[in-house]
């Protein structure tokens, strides 16, 4: 069984910071393209920001200079650092990873999420 588990959410004004954290725990070989989606009240569920193993990234445009993804291979773990967040960064953020776990095939994987809320 492998498990991704997110923290670090929780309550920020508007241009402070937050950082989540999101590890796989469980039957893990190994860690392909990591990402972090978010889905705000009444919205589509997006993407944020993604990693690829070599430390390739790629941001939605609306965090980009404000968001920084980053990961630890050694510890089955990836960082999203928010910065100068807004009020429109408020929504349930959420780990997905592509792992291949030590039996059976490369599959995605979704953590339960974390509420991150921005107030004025």
């Known amino acids: 069984q492998v498990q991704l588990l997110e923290s670090g959410g929780g309550l920020a004004q508007e241009g402070g910071s937050l950082e989540l954290s999101c590890v796989a725990s469980?039957?893990?070989?190994?860690?392909?393209?990591m990402s972090w989606y978010r889905q705000g009240p009444g919205q589509q569920r997006e993407l944020v920001a993604a990693?690829?193993?070599?430390?390739?990234?790629n941001y939605a445009n609306s965090v980009r200079g404000r968001f920084t993804i980053s990961r630890d291979n050694a510890r089955n773990t990836t960082y999203l650092q928010m910065r100068a967040l807004k009020t429109e960064d408020t929504a349930v953020y959420y780990c997905?990873?592509?792992?291949?776990?030590?039996?059976?095939?490369?599959?995605?994987?979704w953590g339960q999420g974390t509420q991150v809320t921005v107030s004025l």
């Open positions: 997905q990873a592509k792992i291949a776990p030590r039996k059976g095939p490369i599959l995605d994987y």
């Open positions: 469980g039957s893990v070989y190994a860690m392909n393209a």
């Open positions: 990693i690829n193993p070599n430390g390739r990234t």
